[in-house]
């Protein structure tokens, strides 16, 4: 089955990059000229998605307001020597079906998903985390969809974490099955010790799952704080029928986290067509300077 409709869960509250965060979303934070989240919504176009469904929650309809027609700024912008920032101003708004759903409240991610539920139907559908911009030639959701192709299977997107880090993550058994596709037969969220470690690889941004996972999200019971996660629902999957794993390829950025904003700017900037050449010539001269 072709899988068209992706799920980006963006109803955070951003708190480990505050104060920025209490009057701007964290998905509207730039990565030189255009939003994270907008990265995230041309990855799932490229990928082949139509149709995707944003979650949020209060504060955060700039993000709405992103992917809507502009007529005032399009009228502003329509003269002879600005029409190629109309279109792309204009193309923004046609990149996808961009539909939007509030998460009333912030329950966990597992709670933002089941908000998906009639937007999903009973199709298999990504899930695209709204912290997590992946940067490459191939879209990390397009590799993602073709495992699903290939195997039948609900997919994770998955990276090697430091083992020192892996407390902070995830942590899934897998075994490989060829070149960068694992197959992955348990998880734990946020292991605290060694013996709960199951390996080094954790879930990083990207998922594909079956609609069967609403039926076991309705089930799931709160855990801690009170909040639904997403990965006792695939815990069930991957301990019952399995699930596929893709090391994906791409540079993934952590938009919720400081320095991963700094690298993201920084790292995409210096490939920038309008300004790189120039701001590589300014980081070279920049880092003479440091001790």
Same mark, same amino acid.
């Given at each position: 089955m072709k899988i068209?409709?992706?799920?980006?869960?963006?109803?955070?509250?951003?708190? /480990?990059?505050? *104060?920025?965060?209490? =009057? !701007? *979303?964290?998905?509207?934070? *730039?990565?030189?000229?255009?939003?994270? $989240?907008?990265?995230?919504?041309?990855?799932?176009v490229q990928a082949g998605i139509t149709d995707i469904l944003i979650i949020t929650n209060r504060g955060k309809g700039i993000i709405e307001d992103h992917f809507d027609r502009s007529p005032e700024l399009e009228k502003a912008l329509d003269k002879p020597d600005k029409q190629e920032i109309l279109e792309v101003v204009k193309n923004i708004s046609?990149?996808?079906?961009?539909?939007?759903? /509030?998460? $009333?409240?912030?329950?966990?991610?597992?709670?933002?998903?089941?908000r998906a539920k009639n937007f999903v139907g009973n199709e298999p559908f990504a899930v695209m985390y709204g912290d997590d911009v992946i940067v490459g030639d191939d879209p990390a959701v397009g590799q993602l969809i073709r495992a699903y192709g290939e195997f039948g299977?609900?997919?994770?997107?998955?990276? &090697?974490?430091?083992e020192s880090e892996?407390?902070?993550?995830?942590?899934?058994?897998?075994e490989n099955l060829h070149d960068n596709i694992f197959k992955c037969t348990d998880?734990?969220?946020? *292991?605290?010790? /060694?013996?709960?470690?199951? =390996?080094?690889? =954790?879930?990083?941004?990207?998922?594909?799952l079956p609609p069967d996972v609403f039926e076991l999200l309705e089930k799931t019971e709160p855990g801690k704080n009170g909040e639904i996660q997403l990965t006792d629902a695939m815990k069930?999957?991957?301990? =019952?029928?399995? !699930?596929?794993?893709?090391?994906?390829?791409?540079? /993934?950025?952590?938009?919720?986290?400081? &320095?991963?904003?700094l690298q993201a700017s920084?790292?995409?900037?210096?490939?920038?067509?309008?300004?790189?050449?120039?701001?590589?010539?300014?980081?070279?001269?920049?880092?003479?300077t440091l001790d």
């Open positions: 068209t409709k992706a799920v980006i869960p963006a109803a955070g509250l951003g708190t /480990r990059v505050l *104060p920025a965060t209490k =009057s !701007m *979303p964290k998905e509207m934070f *730039p990565i030189v000229d255009k939003p994270a $989240i907008q990265y995230i919504v041309e990855e799932a046609k990149l996808a079906n961009v539909t939007f759903i /509030r998460q $009333i409240e912030t329950k966990g991610l597992g709670h933002a998903i089941l299977k609900g997919v994770v997107g998955v990276k &090697l974490v430091p892996i407390h902070k993550y995830g942590s899934l058994k897998v998880m734990v969220e946020k *292991p605290q010790t /060694r013996e709960e470690v199951l =390996s080094c690889y =954790s879930i990083l941004g990207r998922c594909v069930k999957i991957a301990t =019952s029928e399995g !699930m596929t794993a893709v090391e994906y390829t791409g540079t /993934r950025y952590d938009m919720g986290n400081k &320095l991963g904003l920084v790292e995409v900037g210096i490939n920038h067509p309008e300004i790189g050449d120039g701001f590589k010539k300014y980081l070279k001269e920049f880092v003479k």
